[in-house]
């Protein structure tokens, strides 16, 4: 297997993308082909004595950056890593490609460079969200297409279980509408014609869920349109990770609190991993023709392992071919 | 100055409503009118020698449920507590009506029974919502029109701003509005109109929000429409509450951990205390024409009493006039 992992995306790219690959070809027995400048990425590999020989090396001399327009990865940076990188991947010779860049990019490109599966009618961003009751939850759309249809939510829910199945071993994954309540006839027109065809579909839809519900691993997969879904992902991750800052600050005030996270430092050691997102690596990009999987933005080197890693078993499971006779099915 | 009361509104109804409206008479030399159950009132208030002589009751029959259909306010439970409470308050009774009883009850009976004030077009539902700034802000609107035009959301950044600037006593309020990105061009065609409006408004708009800048206090009004404005609700709400309710678990786990809470108990609960809604005492259903308080559903004396402070300065600093006074200037 040929992983295509972008070594210039992401807040510590280079440095932590090659690291990370260079520890997943090593751990995982697979090839690693890396795009982007190929004079930096040497240098920097040299620099730190990261072994990165007989890894190919496909040159790219432009980056988007993380604020740029989603769209620039088609004419204004044709040769930016991601493009190269799905370029490649499209043409054959890669089985998957990982990258911690522009989310956007990574979607519009998949979605017109990659291509997309057969019948799918709009990719959707897909992170993989930690929750409290010790697992972690597909977000089906968190923003590929702020509108949506319901015909595309039901896709959402298809590709969704495919992967969380295949992937992340959940047994029957649990589907949720996100909405404003949890009764049936709660939302609008979209969640009202949702509602049925996914009532209807070859999934475990377990009806709508409410934002408040996610932290206890209502469900599996949830999905909705990429405006609400980047509402709730931004929200979810950023309330989060205030309250972890606000403990922090609190353990580290005096000599006592010290000595009181001391005494609870492995509890709350395994409460900040269960919601790290760092060990769940990322979101895929469900919908496209050959696995494209996002690593989180802030990703360091363990990150990026363990997203190249998830993208292996994305290859390995055949989930591409799982979506496409779920797409049949319906 | 008389304030109306739902007696039969809340989880914690009628006894903690009894308690919280007992106390604030006390408290603010102000009279209480109850609705409710007259019988059930006086009898629960003799059980727990809550002493209400003087205090005016307006029998109501019938109570909505908080799961009932927005709308039994008009034609189903035309007796239920919050129909007579809004009728009581338009035919010029009191000068306010507080409940903590069925939201979505209360917005459409204030907006059709208590009518709205002149110009506004639809009133919006408003919580005051606590964050790690050590401050709060208006979340507005969090559910009553699911859909908005953009004149909408612009009535929002007024009523909130006024709101905001007179009970709050926030000094210029900064307005954001609620997109999926900071930069200008983000979002979908309402979010495009609505911001033009808001640089034109005479407010002190700030530009687009995202749900991580919110638990930092990024601004002090978030103006959405109502279906994103009840998603970032619930998902702040509910991450906060899971996080909150996982330490609490983890410091009550051994001798040792309970130790550690022993130490850092002050900061802990200065910590929970800012985070948590039963200080801000709810949501005011902007845009009634006399003030409509919402109270947390699972308030208990200390939040209803809150609530009818809030709702006496909402009174005192004639914020229904500054609204009609903003909407004229636009």
Same mark, same amino acid.
């Given at each position: ?194 509602? &049925?065809?996914? $009532?209807?579909?070859? %999934? +475990?839809? /377990?009806? @709508?869920?409410?934002? =408040? ?99 292996? &078993?994305?290859? $390995?499971?055949?989930? %591409? +071919?799982? /979506?496409? @006779?779920?797409?049949? =099915?319906?």
């Amino acid at each position: 297997m040929n992983i295509i992992v972008d070594a210039m995306g992401g807040d510590n790219a280079p440095l932590e993308i090659i690291k990370g690959a260079v520890e997943a070809r090593n751990e995982y027995n697979i090839d690693i082909t890396l795009v982007g400048r190929e004079d930096v990425i040497k240098s920097v590999a040299a620099e730190n004595a990261i072994d990165i020989s007989g890894m190919e090396i496909i040159n790219a001399s432009e980056v988007i950056a993380t604020d740029e327009e989603a769209d620039s990865v088609l004419k204004k940076k044709p040769d930016s890593s991601i493009a190269v990188g799905l370029r490649t991947l499209s043409e054959g010779t890669g089985d998957a490609f990982v990258s911690a860049g522009n989310s956007g990019a990574l979607c519009v490109g998949g979605t017109l460079i990659t291509k997309r599966i057969k019948g799918v009618k709009r990719p959707g961003f897909a992170p993989i969200m930690p929750h409290f009751g010790g697992g972690c939850f597909m977000l089906i759309d968190a923003g590929a297409n702020l509108e949506a249809r319901p015909e595309m939510l039901l896709q959402y829910a298809l590709m969704g279980s495919a992967y969380m199945k295949n992937v992340m071993k959940v047994d029957n994954p649990r589907v949720g509408l996100a909405n404003v309540g949890t009764e049936k006839h709660k939302g609008l027109e979209l969640q009202h014609k949702a509602y &049925e065809l996914l $009532e209807d579909a070859d %999934i +475990n839809f /377990i009806g @709508n869920v409410e934002g =408040r519900d996610l932290p206890y691993g209502c469900c599996d997969v949830v999905v909705c349109d990429g405006f609400i879904g980047n509402v709730i992902l931004k929200t979810y991750e950023g309330t989060a990770k205030a309250i972890m800052g606000k403990i922090k600050t609190l353990f580290s005030k005096s000599a006592k609190s010290k000595l009181a996270a001391a005494l609870v430092m492995n509890d709350l050691k395994e409460m900040v991993k269960e919601f790290d997102y760092h060990e769940y690596g990322g979101a895929p990009i469900m919908g496209t023709a050959k696995p494209v999987f996002k690593a989180h933005g802030s990703s360091k080197a363990k990150t990026v392992k363990n997203a190249i890693r998830l993208t292996k &078993e994305y290859v $390995e499971a055949d989930v %591409i +071919n799982e /979506i496409t @006779n779920a797409l049949k =099915r319906g």
